[in-house]
């Protein structure tokens, strides 16, 4: 399974980006996919996730009613809509094919993209 994020950027606080996950994997396969981030000096932590028919979705209290994560399996990927965003949104974003286990840690998911950077300015 590989994973592909894109979309980073630089956006003013109170504004809006999406970034997106192009998931390829064997034929067949099906996971939940998540978005973690990753900012300097921190340890990457979770930001939401969706299950693989997109009907169960779960979002940190961070960015819970801020960001809304969906995919669209018929083009294979998963997007992040971010909204009103602040500075302390600033990270690098990854995305993560899910294996086993709870959602909000990284240790369960097995497949990782190579991130993109978000940086949003006061």
């Known amino acids: 399974v590989q994973l592909q994020a894109s979309g980073g950027g630089l956006v003013q606080a109170g504004g809006s980006l999406r970034v997106s996950c192009a998931v390829s994997g064997p034929p067949g396969s099906s996971y939940a996919i998540g978005w973690f981030r990753q900012a300097p000096g921190k340890e990457r932590e979770f930001v939401a996730v969706?299950?693989?028919?997109?009907?169960?979705?779960y979002y940190a209290d961070s960015v819970k009613g801020r960001f809304a994560i969906s995919r669209d399996n018929a083009k294979n990927t998963v997007y992040l809509q971010m909204s009103s965003l602040k500075p302390e949104d600033t990270a690098v974003y990854f995305c993560a094919a899910h294996r086993t286990g709870s959602y909000y840690y990284t240790e369960n998911y097995n497949y990782w993209g190579q991130g993109t950077q978000v940086t949003v300015s006061s």
């Open positions: 969706i299950s693989w028919s997109g009907a169960a979705s």
